[in-house]
């Protein structure tokens, strides 16, 4: 099996960017909130996030989809092949929206099946938003992104690679964490990264299917 990607392109300076490590500064700093023993990540890319948290000592098993990509186990996020609650936590970051939206409730259900406390996602949001970097005297930096509503959404067209996006027709934030909500997580954060927008960020607890509205109480 294959992905859309080749490999080459997450060794091109044009992919990881100065933004996109700020967006692995996250992942992996999520990660270690945590203070996992084990976790998984789906989804390799070039390996960078992977091998700096085992560098760190936790033991994180990765999973692909590519076997191009040498990662630990070759499989699907459809079909995650470990027992459930196998892992403290399972991270899939810039991945579910390489299937089609109808399999997104199917991928959260293989997530939240095989952690056991929390998962970490990021998924691309097309919302358009401007950066606000201001330095004040005696109060220090102020950084702050600021929406700005499109009177028209944008229709995505599946270019190759992404099958949809936060913010356009038919992929609203409200429906996206509507979705994430039923299949039994909680979203303790959910957030945009400054330098690089595109990428949103959740930060998800696992309960018990159905008691979100007790556990919210």
Not at 25 to 52: M, R, T
Not at 114 to 121: G, Q, R
Request: aromatic share 12%; with cysteine; proline share 4%.
């Amino acid at each position: 099996m294959r992905s859309q990607v080749d490999p080459d392109q997450y060794y091109k300076l044009s992919y990881d960017s100065k933004k996109r490590f700020c967006s692995y500064w996250h992942q992996i700093n999520e990660v270690l909130l945590s203070k996992p023993e084990k976790v998984l990540e789906v989804g390799l890319g070039n390996g960078f996030v992977s091998e700096y948290l085992r560098k760190r000592g936790l033991k994180i098993t990765t999973l692909d989809i590519d076997k191009r990509l040498n990662p630990d186990v070759v499989g699907c996020v459809l079909e995650i092949p470990f027992a459930d609650e196998s892992f403290n936590v399972v991270t899939c970051c810039e991945v579910l929206e390489h299937l089609p939206y109808e399999d997104f409730n199917k991928a959260l259900s293989a997530i939240f099946r095989v952690s056991k406390s929390y998962a970490v996602l990021s998924i691309p949001e097309a919302s358009r938003v401007y950066r606000l970097n201001v330095q004040i005297p005696r109060v220090g930096e102020i950084k702050k992104l600021v929406s700005l509503p499109r009177l028209r959404k944008a229709v995505h067209n599946f270019d190759g690679e992404h099958y949809w996006e936060i913010g356009k027709v038919n992929y609203s934030l409200d429906k996206i964490i509507n979705d994430i909500k039923k299949m039994g997580f909680m979203i303790e954060r959910t957030y945009r990264v400054f330098e690089i927008p595109y990428h949103r960020f959740f930060v998800l607890r696992k309960i018990i299917r159905g008691d979100y509205g007790r556990n919210k109480k």
